[in-house]
């Protein structure tokens, strides 16, 4: 049975583009909790896959590139991303619609009956596995976090062209760049921090 949870607290704040250097994305959604306790029969899941660089126009037919992606369940998109703080990097946005990226389709992985809050309650389970601190390009990114939900939720596995980059990247991590080797984004504490950017999921207990 799902574990309970008292609430999604709303937090917004600044994450790094892609989990490279020091570019910033914004993200901005009208969210509200959902006390529906409707049960839905056969609810589909979508991995909505986005452009990271223009350059996929030509990787992509050979089956490679550097994609973002984020799973929409119940009409609202969940995705992983890097920030410096210790606490969850699951943010929410409007599906189709993440800033910063370029969409390029969205693929039927599967489907769930879980309801909006039942899969919220799923999503609270798996917050603290996916803490924006704890994000890696190579070992834990975005198409780590969509792959994990998917094969959780439908037993199966995203495209693995998503996420190939990364794993020959892996493979030959010894020639790429120090920056790129980092196993998270260093944290600093920042008492002047910017103004609220970004919805993500938080426990309030």
């Known amino acids: 049975m799902l574990g309970s949870w008292s ?6 704040i600044r994450f790094r583009d892609a989990g490279i250097g020091d570019g910033f994305s914004s993200y901005e959604i009208i ?3 959902e006390e529906s306790s409707a049960a839905n029969s056969q609810v589909p899941l979508y991995l909505n896959v986005y452009d990271v660089t223009d350059l996929n126009g030509y990787c992509y037919w050979c089956g490679l ?3 973002h992606t984020a799973i929409e369940a119940h009409g609202v998109e969940y995705a992983f991303g890097a920030h410096e703080y210790p606490i969850t990097g699951i943010f929410m946005v409007k599906p189709r619609r993440c800033p910063g990226y370029a969409f390029r389709e969205s693929i039927r992985i599967g489907t769930t009956h879980m309801n ?3 899969f919220r309650e799923f999503l609270q389970q798996i917050a ?3 803490r924006g601190d704890t994000y890696h390009l190579l070992l834990k990114n975005c198409n780590h976090f969509c792959d994990d939900v998917s094969f959780q939720l439908t037993g199966n596995r995203i495209p693995g062209w998503v ?8 493979f030959c991590k010894c020639f ?3 920056s790129l080797q980092l196993s998270a984004v260093p944290h600093k504490e920042n008492k002047n921090a910017p103004p609220h950017e970004t919805e993500q999921l938080q426990n309030d207990g």
């Open 7 to 12: 609430g999604l607290g709303i937090l917004r």
């Open 31 to 33: 969210g509200t909790r």
């Open 65 to 67: 590139g550097i994609f």
């Open 116 to 118: 909006h809050l039942q």
């Open 128 to 130: 603290s596995s996916y």
């Open 163 to 170: 996420n190939r980059l990364a794993r020959l990247g892996w």
């Open 176 to 178: 790429l760049p120090d």
